[in-house]
DNA sequence: TCTGGGGTCCTAGGACCC
DNA sequence: TCTGGGGTCCTAGGACCC
């Protein structure tokens, strides 16, 4: 039986959510900034009419938005993903298989469904709105690139309503067609400026090219596109929570860092959220990856990023052990007479809690059997009481390098405290 | 003053081994 | 004048995604 895959997209999502609790900006433009109030992340598409760009950073277009009345909002991820979480639970019950593929966007196979791809789409995007107040888009064909690319069209086009079968339509040639090379998803700027200039300009040219000569230039990656985007799935369709094989904490700073004890401070802290990343998905790690660098947009200034790597003896999500490695590697790191825009921590090395590999060799330190129970206290004290209520000293207290984040909304759905009052 | 953060996968080329 | 060849593993960097 062919496949048919749908993508749900939440439309504008990060607008979207603060809205959903603030009816006042229902047709009014908003935006969204990334951390430290830097760039824009998202648009409303009264935003998008206006001529936000993405990424804009905020510095440069303040004065307009502040100008045009647009609603600004720092981002509020305790309620973004919350609400996404919501999102994906409708979606589930509606279809049994889902593969949640970020925040905003979820993949359902719809192989074999009854009365039809459409008035399932139809269906599920009304009550996802109903049940969320989170309009979202519905893209329905072959392969999963087909189905983002009618989701692609179901939310630019009008007539579309917000749901778009790709196998029902009577000139598919013509929705790639109108897909402007740039938007296939799997073709990134580089790929797309190269194809531009050979006359490819949108996926109906893309996917009239030679097999060999695709793989050639843009690798398999390439070829599973163009396999895809001519009816035939290439990529799976992965169920249930897949495990992280890295795991990233860095920010940028809210001040510029010189010294060693807000580095050190800073290190240690995002290696605190990245440890308990780590726990969270039961895995543990091996290898600590720490990494420091200027502001590059400062031109007159001196420059330097760098990055450590330092293996464990063990594997292990003992946040002291991290911790103190982490910030060994960030002292060999570091360079007086800089000033640092960002630092941050990777671990990789990534294996199950249980069944991994030991090395018999190094003395466990960090397996104490008292360890476990101690970092399953401190996780539980922070899931009930809020992030950071039991903290690592070595993560500082007065924190001078925090990020900035001043038009925060509430944290309506996740913290009590914060919940929408009415009346 | 002010420019995000967190991921995945692929490939080329070097190190190393026999 | 004039290099051996072939395999595996690891890493850095590139390209992509949201």
Known sequence: MPKSYALIDCNNFYASCERAFRPDLVGRPVVVLSNNDGCVIARSNEAKDMGVPMGAPYYKCRSMLERRGVAVFSSNYALYGDMSARVMKILTRFCPEVEIYSIDEAFCDLTGIQGGAEAFGRKLRATVHAWTGIPVSVGVG???????????????????????????????????????????????????????????????????LKRNWVKKKMTVAGLQTLLELRGWPCLDFAMGPVG????????????????????????????????????????????????????????????????????????????????????????????????????????????????????????????????????????????????????????????????????????????????????
């Open 244 to 423: 992280k094989k890295t795991i990233v904490s860095s920010r940028s700073f809210g001040h510029p860092v010189t010294s060693l004890e807000d580095m050190l401070e800073a290190t240690a802290k995002y290696m605190t959220r990245a440890v308990e990343k780590l726990r969270k998905q039961r895995s543990v790690a091996s290898i600590i990856h720490v990494s420091l660098e200027t502001n590059r947009f400062k031109l007159g200034e001196p420059q330097y990023s760098d990055t450590l790597s330092i293996p464990l003896a063990i594997s292990t999500s003992h946040t002291p052990t991290f911790i103190r490695a982490a910030q060994a590697g960030m002292e060999r790191l570091f360079k007086e007479g800089y000033t640092y825009k960002k630092c941050g921590v990777m671990l990789s090395g990534l294996e199950p809690e249980h069944g991994r590999w030991l090395n018999l060799l190094a003395l466990p330190p960090a397996h104490r059997p008292s360890d476990k129970p101690l970092m399953q206290a401190v996780d539980n004290c922070n899931t009930k009481w809020g992030r950071d209520t039991v903290a690592f000293a070595a993560s500082g207290i007065r924190q001078g390098w925090k990020m900035k984040r001043e038009m925060r909304s509430p944290r309506y759905t996740t913290v009590w405290d914060e919940i929408l009052q009415v009346g």
């Open 142 to 208: 072959p392969t999963k690139t087909l189905a983002k690319l009618a989701n692609r069209f179901a939310k630019k086009q009008e007539r579309c309503r917000g749901v778009f079968d790709f196998g029902a339509s009577p000139a598919p040639d013509l929705v790639l067609q109108w897909t402007e090379i740039g938007d296939v998803w799997g073709i990134g700027p580089r790929h797309a400026k190269r194809l531009r200039k050979m006359g490819v300009t949108n996926a109906l040219k893309f996917r009239e």
